[in-house]
């Protein structure tokens, strides 16, 4: 996220809703508002937005960012998930910039890992 600070004035950090989440198969450990209290103990953030039932383009359309910054795994063959989001920023003057980030740390890696076998 310290790269996507980089990129604006203020970070915005949308969290993806437990239904829309949970699509993507395996279960959540954590809730969305766990996810969320998570992601705005890091210092660089200014605001989350808990998208709930809603798409990312659906928080495009709404906040008009100049900068939208996605994972690497979104660029290739510009995944279906994000498709329209960055379609909706070319169309306000936006861009999408795919970063790989520092370090990643998925919830439920840190949870398998802290748990005994």
Do not use: C, W
């Amino acid at each position: 996220m310290e790269n996507a600070s980089l990129h604006g004035n203020k970070l915005v950090v949308a969290v993806k809703g437990d239904s829309v989440a949970s699509e993507k198969g395996g279960g959540q450990y954590f809730s969305e508002s766990e996810r969320a209290l998570g992601v705005a103990a890091i210092q660089s953030v200014d605001q989350v937005i808990l998208l709930g039932d809603m798409l990312l383009e659906d928080a495009v359309r709404k906040i008009k960012p100049n900068f939208l910054v996605l994972g690497k795994e979104f660029e290739h063959e510009l995944h279906y998930q994000v498709s329209e989001a960055t379609e909706l920023m070319k169309a306000h003057g936006g861009k999408t910039i795919f970063h790989a980030g520092e370090i990643h740390y998925a919830s439920t890696e840190l949870l398998r890992e802290s748990q005994p076998n």
